[in-house]
């Protein structure tokens, strides 16, 4: 029997899955230093939750979940396949954890207290083609404040971004725009129905530059004359603050973009006044792929690496609205963990100690020294100290290569003349040194 | 659109994520001491991996994924719908952690050292019909170690069961058996191929009684003098120690039974040695429903609660033979999150701190002490004190109602006189005292 796995999943190895932790662990100390609080929801929803809140190719990309029992009573097999799957699957996995948390929301407000602060990390799943970076099961790590408009809860979530990286070691920029500058650019250039085809093209001026961008627009049925007024935007220069000025200007008496830079300049005040690490910009080429953003949105692109955003989020006004709660207001950020990992190996920057599999190896020589090996072991175990006693009383050489195979920084020795002097004999891996210390004294050691 | 989850699934509000996470994280430091590693298994498997490993039952119970595209293509739907199943779903959902761990080393035997140890905590899904205390996703926290048969993994799984449970400061008793001895009992009856309808019958004793164990093994096709035969079994009294010495008599010449006394004779010394401060208990009508456990079994159980047991596992020597890897002993124990929770709730031992959202809250009385406020959250949470920071000015009487639904601890006053004098007025909560301290002396009082 041939063991795999199916496609674009992955099984994660010791290694991985410490270093995985490493991000999901510092993610969540923020989290929690924030003050938000974890919530989470079942992997398998029901189809009609689901269905209809990700575009039709969201739609396609939902794995469903087979009815149990006989699935066929009842259902005519002589339709298009897209008629008869949700006749024979009624729930399906978890595509993303925004639209569950909707949902979690209008289900349990009567158990919520507003303002609600929620963290979610857990997986999601995708019928996507796997490719490099892209996996059929990935984790999001979610948080979103709701209930509350203040553009207090914009500069915490880019304080939050600030210490996360910080801590992670990586140097980012936090590029930040607002959906209503856009809808401005768009009713400015005489556009507004076309909001959604102006920021999808801009979106990706990163990738493809402008010439294309200008191509991509003509495509989507913008004129010449409005292609060429949006011009002033991509001309704006100076600091955030300069260019806020500019925009304030041109918009003269559009209400949406004029809200649009009073909350960007409100915002790029707060967070001057708490001075971040991190890298911030207003970059109003800023778009990204949601469409239910109506605020401030944000991505984050780690610096001396060539990978996409590693985070994201922003404002949206009416998240509950499609599950018949209007009026919530809300703004969030989801770390891309899978990329942070990337960038984190790219950098060479995950701490070297997430490769032990233990702190400390008792090496077993055997039923003598072994009531007072498995006191030492206790010993230690009880003070957190990962341990390993050698199960068996093998070969020492085979013990040792055990040990360095593992990465045990640490092997303890317990001889006759250990147990006669209630001593432990400390050999230090890295450096070969090698030291007998009192037997209360290794905990600390070790520690 | 009304809002709901499919039955069996559960979401949890953040009261129950903390509470299930002070157990998953109690678990896991313990696994982490005695240098367990983990790994992660995907939520999806090849169903062919799955199938046929569970019996007819846990076919059935398996949630099978549609396949993508266009599932219906070449397939003849005039056919029972348990043949069409595996025709329209390649994938199914992982149903336990045992089958997938074995399928992982077979998998990556070239990247892991032996012996092996992992740790996993993860769902499992299993199509059960729902009722109190059963649900369809549920969390497994396994431990295994395999590639060692040394008795003294099995002492450490007693000694990790000893201090999880003390830790969360359940009373419990481990109640161990051993395969060998029942295969032992099976053949000095002259029953050894009725094995596995002595255990599953044995394993009643305690609901269903003696007289109705007989009964089913009647019913099971063991005759009246087989049936006589096992009651020496059931009359063997006194301590461990001589429970096993009247058995070791018994057994005489059956090596099969006398392996297992042995076996049991050194586990039980080796964990007097230790000193566990859970109560042991040598339990021969113990057999455990899985088939592939070959020598010591545990299960435990909660003093003071008619739950069922919280806690289980035991040795199987070929695990791996399913994948094509023979001879890889192994030996673990599953800790049933569920029911520990069940425990800890009608024992009402959850740890009060679990219902606090945050552990202080910083009021909010507009602009002027903005700046301060936003110094004094960003000291503390990047000291990890859990800090909010009320958006908005509100009325104080709001922000004191929001602080104490949150169940926060301390309320944090920031006026013009704190910030004159560089200060905080800090009150406690549950005494109603209010004291104003130097802004340094903040980190230091909440921590």
């Known amino acids: 029997m041939k063991c795999s796995i199916p496609k674009g999943t992955r099984d994660f190895l010791p290694i991985e899955m410490a270093r995985r932790n490493y991000i999901f662990d510092t993610i969540r100390q923020v989290f929690k230093a924030f003050a938000f609080e974890p919530i989470e929801t079942p992997s398998l929803e029901n189809l009609s939750t689901l269905m209809g809140k990700y575009g039709e190719e969201g739609d396609k990309l939902l794995f469903k979940v087979l009815n149990s029992g006989d699935f066929m009573k009842d259902v005519d097999f002589n339709q298009d396949y897209h008629k008869v799957a949700p006749q024979i ?118 990738k493809i530059g402008l010439d294309n961008v200008r191509a991509e627009l003509r495509e989507r049925g913008l004129e010449e004359q409005q292609i060429a007024a949006l011009d002033p935007i991509f001309n704006l220069s100076g600091t955030a603050t300069e260019k806020l000025a500019q925009l304030q200007s041109l918009f003269a008496n559009n209400a949406t973009g004029l809200k649009g830079v009073e909350e960007m300049q409100t915002l790029f005040s707060l967070i001057e006044a708490v001075k971040p690490q991190c890298h911030i910009e207003l970059d109003l080429t800023l778009a990204r792929g949601l469409n239910y953003y109506t605020g401030a949105i944000f991505e984050v692109k780690a610096h001396n690496v060539s990978i996409g955003s590693i985070c994201g989020g922003g404002r949206y006004d009416n998240l509950t609205g499609i599950f018949g709660m209007p009026d919530v207001s809300g703004v969030g950020i989801s770390f891309g963990a899978d990329r942070i990992y990337d960038v984190l190996t790219e950098l060479d920057a995950f701490p070297v100690e997430l490769g032990q599999s233990a702190r400390a190896l008792i090496i077993n020589f055997g039923d003598q020294e072994q009531a007072y090996c498995l006191q030492l072991a206790n010993e230690l175990r009880r003070a957190s100290v990962s341990t390993l006693y050698y199960p068996e009383a093998a070969k020492m050489k085979k013990q040792m290569e055990f040990a360095s195979k593992k990465g045990v920084p640490y092997v303890l020795f317990v001889g006759e003349t250990e147990v006669a002097n209630h001593t432990v004999t400390v050999k230090e891996m890295a450096s070969g040194q090698q030291n007998t210390v009192p037997f209360d004294q290794v905990v600390d050691l070790l520690k």
């Open 89 to 206: 699957c009624e729930r399906g996995l978890r595509y993303d954890l925004t639209v569950p948390f909707a949902r979690f929301v209008v289900q349990h407000r009567d158990q919520i207290t507003f303002p609600f602060r929620r963290y979610q990390l857990q997986p999601v799943w995708r019928a996507d083609r796997p490719q490099k970076g892209r996996y059929r099961e990935f984790y999001q790590c979610d948080a979103d404040m709701i209930g509350s408009p203040s553009l207090l809860n914009e500069l915490e979530l880019v304080q939050m971004i600030d210490l996360v990286f910080r801590r992670l070691g990586i140097e980012v920029t936090v590029k930040i725009n607002n959906r209503k500058i856009l809808a401005g650019i768009a009713d400015l250039i005489g556009a507004p129905d076309k909001l959604v085809d102006i920021t999808v093209a801009i979106d990706k001026l990163d």
